[in-house]
């Protein structure tokens, strides 16, 4: 399979034309059009509906489209790890962040890195520890950030010496904002909002007396928090470092308060185990151990 076949079939799947898509690409609409049809016997699925004006992507198209983003991905990825002059450092590095105090310091870190070698580029992905897992393990990302544990079966990983601590996030009129520190027994019977990886993470809030019933949404960003709070949904357990106090402070309605039993949570850096880091990523991860 030809990856500029399937980035042409990527951009027919975005025009929803193959002529004007061919125009974009700068060749014949029937290349473009039998370079679809080549995809369509290899796969022996339809991949587009037709009609006179458009075309749309079936269900296997779609499947096809996911698929092929992941390919070019990958493979501008290993071009990118490649350095073209020998012994320089230079390319991408690919790193998934969960919401986490060490944030800060690893952007500092980034900053010193790149002063010693300039040609390195860093790709962020801002996600949940459980979706940050899954990109390491598919080589997506070079490492990235997890709470509560990493997976030893799967990923390497190096303990962060600084645990994370939980605050409550919640609107000015609700009862327990009258409360200097806020205890997990006070949160039962509450609606709650709570970070994506404390439904199943270690140390789970399931763990520790609250249920499902109590948790009405989820999240992965504290952004997403604020709004749903601001909405009413529920209180939110967040990291106690993740939200600047001054940002709760301008937003007249809401107001944090520290967590004073919940359990910290363990955070991790964690990359691919058995997989092969590249030169630039490999100084990277050494300087985040030493560090963090």
Not at 20 to 38: C, D, G, K, M, V
Not at 59 to 78: H, M
Request: hydrophobic content about 40%; proline content about 3%; glycine content about 6%.
């Amino acid at each position: 399979m030809d990856i500029q076949v399937l980035k042409n079939f990527l951009l027919v799947a975005q025009e929803r034309n193959i002529t004007r898509a061919a125009e974009s690409l700068h060749i014949a609409q029937p290349t473009l059009s039998r370079q679809i049809q080549n995809l369509e016997e290899e796969y022996g699925r339809q991949l587009f509906y037709r009609d006179n004006k458009t075309i749309r992507l079936t269900e296997q198209g779609r499947i096809l489209q996911q698929r092929a983003n992941e390919i070019i991905y990958l493979f501008e990825k290993s071009r990118s790890e490649i350095n073209p002059v020998p012994g320089t450092v230079s390319g991408e590095i690919r790193i998934s962040l969960c919401e986490a105090s060490a944030v800060d310091s690893i952007y500092a870190l980034v900053k010193q890195f790149q002063t010693e070698y300039p040609l390195t580029v860093f790709r962020f992905f801002n996600t949940s520890s459980e979706t940050s897992s899954g990109l390491i393990e598919d080589g997506i990302v070079d490492m990235g950030l997890l709470f509560g544990y990493a997976d030893g079966r799967r990923l390497n990983s190096h303990r962060l010496r600084k645990e994370e601590s939980r605050a409550v996030l919640m609107r000015k009129d609700h009862p327990l904002a009258a409360k200097e520190e806020i205890s997990m027994e006070d949160l039962k019977g509450w609606p709650l909002v709570v970070y994506q990886d404390a439904v199943r993470g270690v140390p789970s809030m399931i763990e520790y007396g609250l249920t499902a019933d109590d948790m009405k949404a989820t999240f992965t960003t504290t952004f997403s928090a604020l709004k749903m709070v601001q909405q009413g949904i529920g209180i939110a357990t967040i990291i106690k470092d993740t939200v600047d106090s001054s940002i709760v402070t301008n937003i007249a309605s809401l107001v944090t308060r520290p967590m004073k039993d919940a359990p910290l949570v363990p955070t991790f850096l964690a990359w691919k185990r058995n997989g092969t880091l590249s030169d630039q990523a490999s100084l990277f991860l050494d300087m985040l151990k030493e560090n963090l």
